[in-house]
Each structure stands twice: as structure tokens, then as C-alpha cells.
């Protein structure tokens, strides 16, 4: 076991062995409960019968045929799944191995997008502090989460920042949530303005916060506002769902919930329930359409898009879901979640806020110490009385 470079090569790693439901077994026998599916990936839990039979009857026919000299069933019928999901006619469906990756797609697409229309200038992306958005370089530099930045910071690119629609922190005495959306919102118009509409490619958020701020969704009308803004300065939206989207919230997409639907979206994670490494940037079809009209390809690639075997288990996942109808579970469990967490903990003088949405209830980082384990659900400390948790 010393030749793997670990995330954490000082911790000492139990060896998991097998996985059923929601437990992991190690080498010794002992069982673990996965409650957060790993990071927030096993949405229908270990060793689902229904997707390990897909992937197994894919890997038999064929496992994998490159991309960029053939395309392959699995990935046809799951484009076609998610576009009709997205809502919007001839949407278009570039798969790639995970979150990271999907959001790297999206800014290039963002980018390949203006420079088809012979608009070069537009090049910057504005993103909100305290997001998250990936580990490559680009989806990096959206990033508002400040510790995993400080290794790179000199080779990333300094784009603008806003303030999150984070009302715990951020909503103003006497302020009503329809007010304090507006201000939240204000602040992405002021800064499309300072860096000039005729520069700023897209704007890009998480339309439920999730790692950085554990499961943080805005107030009503906050991204109703969002789209206008972009829509009146002619700055693509993008939406990161890797966390929020494919059920988690109780809707395929989060953006369902807030009445919008953004020019590109990235999921992953849920999208195959970590029965294989799959990712996805869903854009809509005037993008597509410049994109091809003005070089006639994409110039963006990885080895593994479109993976055969990787788009059957996503579509294996997605039936589970609607043959159960998971969705429905997902609104009812979390509303009980609610009232539960409410009825415990709502008084407790160390509790500021309980929140979430669906089945995304998730616990902060503690803010003086290290990593907490996970909860299942937000429970953010009051300002005067922070705590290790």
C-alpha cells in the first residue's frame, strides 16, 4: 500500500472490501454507514441490483469505443433523457467523467460560444465566494472556496466575485426575503457593469450551495432575478447542479424549483450513483448551434466522454428512479427531515440555522477546527457561540 499517492498521505486508510445499501465493509470486518453516499454520490446507495446488471450486459456487448470515431447507444438514449429533462427542444448533451470536468466544459462552451459570434472580448466569469466548482484550473478559478485555492492562486485566473444568496449570514434586520433577493441579486448587476457587459461571458453559481456552504439554497426569486440580469446584459447563465441536481432537491434539476432555466447546466455525482465516473454540461441549442456554425466542432475533448458502459449506468440510475419514484420520496422525506431537525434542534442555544432542501441537509465545516464528520443535516453555529463540532 505504499505506492498510491493518497489525498491525505498521512491518514491510515481502512482497505474497503464490498458495499451493500448504505454500509461499507473493510478488510476487517467492520461496517461503516455511508451517510452521505461518499460525497453526496450514491444516491440509490451499494450494490443496487438494477444498475449492476446494466453495467455488467454493457461491458459484455462493449465497454468503450472512442468518441471521436463513433458514438454508442447507452450515450444516445441518455442525451436524449437529459435533454428532455432540461426542458428545452434540441437541447444538447456533452458527458464527461465528473464534476470537475462538467464545469470545465460549460466555461469553454461559454467561451467557444462568444468567440463564434465574433464577440473575443467577452472572456471573464463572474462567480459567487464561498462556491465551489471543481479542482481543475478553470473551474478553480470560479471557485470561492479560498482553502483550495491558496496552493494555486498564482496560476489561476482572477475573476470577479460576489457575495452568495446566503441569508443566515447576509439577510439585514427587518429585511424581508424579497428585498434581501433583490440586493443579493443587485450585486452581480453592479459587477457585470464594473467589468463592462461587452467583456463578461457568463455568470456561474450553484443553484443549491453545497460543499462550501453545506446545502445553502437561495431565497424565493433570487434566481428569477439572476436570469433577468443576465438576460439584459447579454451574459450567459450557467448553473452548477454536480451536488444539487439528478434528485437530490426533489426535482431532476434544481432550477426546476426556481422557476428558470439556464443557457448551460452541469451534473454529476447522482447522475450515475458512483456505480461509474460520469459527469454532464446540458446547454441549449443556440449554443450548440454557434459552437458548430462558426468552426463546425468543439474545441474540447477528454479520452472518456460519451464512456459506453459509464451512460448505462447513468441510465440504469435514472430508471430506478422513476420506476420508484424517488423524487416524490425525496420531497416527502425532506419535508419530515424538517420538522424533525426543527422539533430537536430549532431552540438549541448553538443552533442558528437549520436548512436545506430536499434530501440535501448537510453539516458545515466547523470554522475554528478541522473537518466535522457529516450530518444529515445544516446545522450552522450561531455567530457568538462557534464551536468545534
Same mark, same amino acid.
Given at each position: 500500500?505504499?505506492?498510491?499517492?493518497?489525498?491525505?498521505?498521512?491518514?491510515?486508510?481502512?482497505?474497503?472490501?464490498?458495499?451493500?445499501?448504505?454500509?461499507?465493509?473493510?478488510?476487517?470486518?467492520?461496517?461503516?454507514?455511508?451517510?452521505?453516499?461518499? #460525497?453526496?454520490?450514491?444516491?440509490?446507495?451499494? @450494490?443496487?441490483?438494477?444498475?449492476?446488471?446494466?453495467?455488467?450486459? &454493457?461491458?459484455?456487448? +462493449?465497454?468503450?469505443?472512442?468518441?471521436?470515431?463513433?458514438?454508442?447507444?447507452?450515450?444516445?438514449? %441518455?442525451?436524449?433523457?437529459?435533454?428532455?429533462?432540461?426542458?428545452?427542444?434540441?437541447?444538447? =448533451?456533452?458527458?464527461?467523467?465528473?464534476?470537475?470536468?462538467?464545469? *470545465?466544459?460549460?466555461?469553454? +462552451?461559454?467561451?467557444?460560444?462568444?468567440?463564434?459570434?465574433?464577440?473575443?472580448?467577452?472572456? %471573464? /466569469?463572474?462567480?459567487?465566494?464561498?462556491?465551489?466548482?471543481?479542482?481543475?484550473?478553470?473551474? %478553480?478559478?470560479?471557485?470561492?472556496?479560498?482553502?483550495?485555492?491558496?496552493?494555486?492562486? $498564482?496560476?489561476?485566473?482572477?475573476?470577479?466575485?460576489?457575495?452568495?444568496?446566503?441569508?443566515?449570514?447576509?439577510?439585514?434586520?427587518?429585511?424581508?426575503?424579497?428585498?434581501? @433577493?433583490?440586493?443579493?441579486?443587485?450585486? %452581480? *448587476? !453592479?459587477?457585470?457593469?464594473?467589468?463592462?457587459? *461587452?467583456?463578461?461571458?457568463? /455568470?456561474?453559481?450553484?443553484?443549491?450551495?453545497?460543499?462550501?456552504?453545506?446545502?445553502?439554497?437561495?431565497?424565493?426569486?433570487? /434566481?428569477?432575478?439572476?436570469?433577468?440580469?443576465?438576460?439584459?446584459?447579454?451574459?450567459?447563465?450557467?448553473?452548477?447542479?454536480? +451536488?444539487?441536481?439528478?434528485?437530490?432537491?426533489?426535482?431532476?434539476?434544481?432550477?426546476?424549483?426556481?422557476?428558470? !432555466?439556464?443557457?448551460? =447546466?452541469? =451534473?454529476?455525482?447522482?447522475?450515475?450513483?458512483?456505480?461509474? $465516473?460520469?459527469?454532464?454540461?446540458?446547454?441549449?441549442?443556440?449554443?450548440?448551434?454557434?459552437?458548430?456554425?462558426?468552426?463546425? /466542432?468543439?474545441?474540447?475533448?477528454?479520452?472518456?466522454?460519451?464512456?459506453?458502459? $459509464?451512460?448505462?449506468?447513468?441510465?440504469?440510475?435514472?430508471?430506478?428512479?422513476?420506476?420508484?419514484?424517488?423524487?416524490?420520496?425525496?420531497?416527502?422525506?425532506?419535508? &419530515?427531515?424538517?420538522?424533525?431537525?426543527?422539533?430537536?434542534? #430549532?431552540?438549541?442555544?448553538?443552533?442558528?440555522?437549520?436548512?436545506?432542501?430536499?434530501?440535501?441537509?448537510?453539516?458545515?465545516?466547523?470554522?475554528?477546527?478541522?473537518? #466535522?464528520?457529516?450530518?444529515?443535516?445544516?446545522?450552522?453555529?450561531?455567530?457568538?457561540?462557534?464551536?468545534?463540532?
Amino acid at each position: 500500500m505504499a505506492n498510491v499517492f493518497y489525498r491525505n498521505p498521512g491518514h491510515d486508510y481502512p482497505m474497503a472490501v464490498r458495499a451493500e445499501g448504505v454500509y461499507l465493509v473493510d478488510q476487517e470486518g467492520r461496517q461503516y454507514l455511508d451517510a452521505s453516499g461518499g #460525497a453526496a454520490i450514491s444516491c440509490l446507495g451499494h @450494490g443496487h441490483p438494477e444498475v449492476i446488471s446494466a453495467v455488467r450486459d &454493457q461491458v459484455e456487448k +462493449m465497454a468503450f469505443a472512442h468518441s471521436a470515431f463513433f458514438t454508442n447507444e447507452p450515450q444516445e438514449r %441518455l442525451a436524449e433523457l437529459l435533454s428532455r429533462q432540461f426542458g428545452a427542444d434540441g437541447a444538447r =448533451v456533452y458527458f464527461v467523467s465528473g464534476g470537475s470536468e462538467a464545469n *470545465e466544459t460549460a466555461l469553454k +462552451m461559454a467561451r467557444q460560444y462568444w468567440v463564434a459570434l465574433g464577440r473575443r472580448d467577452k472572456r %471573464l /466569469f463572474i462567480s459567487r465566494h464561498q462556491s465551489y466548482h471543481g479542482n481543475t484550473l478553470g473551474a %478553480l478559478s470560479v471557485s470561492g472556496n479560498m482553502a483550495r485555492q491558496a496552493t494555486y492562486g $498564482a496560476i489561476l485566473q482572477d475573476w470577479p466575485k460576489i457575495d452568495p444568496c446566503y441569508a443566515y449570514r447576509h439577510q439585514r434586520v427587518n429585511e424581508t426575503d424579497d428585498e434581501y @433577493g433583490r440586493r443579493a441579486a443587485a450585486a %452581480l *448587476e !453592479r459587477a457585470i457593469l464594473e467589468a463592462g457587459a *461587452e467583456n463578461v461571458a457568463a /455568470f456561474i453559481a450553484e443553484t443549491v450551495v453545497g460543499a462550501t456552504l453545506g446545502a445553502v439554497p437561495a431565497v424565493e426569486g433570487y /434566481f428569477s432575478r439572476i436570469r433577468e440580469i443576465c438576460d439584459r446584459h447579454d451574459v450567459l447563465l450557467i448553473l452548477d447542479e454536480v +451536488m444539487a441536481g439528478r434528485g437530490r432537491t426533489g426535482a431532476w434539476f434544481g432550477f426546476e424549483q426556481e422557476a428558470i !432555466r439556464p443557457d448551460i =447546466v452541469t =451534473v454529476a455525482k447522482g447522475l450515475g450513483g458512483g456505480y461509474q $465516473a460520469i459527469g454532464a454540461t446540458i446547454c441549449r441549442p443556440h449554443i450548440h448551434d454557434a459552437i458548430v456554425e462558426g468552426s463546425g /466542432f468543439f474545441e474540447h475533448g477528454h479520452t472518456y466522454i460519451g464512456h459506453a458502459t $459509464a451512460c448505462a449506468a447513468a441510465l440504469a440510475v435514472a430508471r430506478v428512479i422513476e420506476q420508484q419514484q424517488l423524487l416524490d420520496a425525496v420531497q416527502s422525506t425532506g419535508q &419530515q427531515l424538517k420538522h424533525g431537525l426543527d422539533a430537536l434542534l #430549532a431552540e438549541h442555544p448553538r443552533v442558528g440555522d437549520i436548512r436545506g432542501r430536499g434530501c440535501s441537509w448537510e453539516s458545515n465545516w466547523s470554522p475554528t477546527g478541522p473537518r #466535522a464528520n457529516r450530518l444529515t443535516a445544516v446545522l450552522a453555529c450561531r455567530p457568538e457561540s462557534r464551536r468545534k463540532r
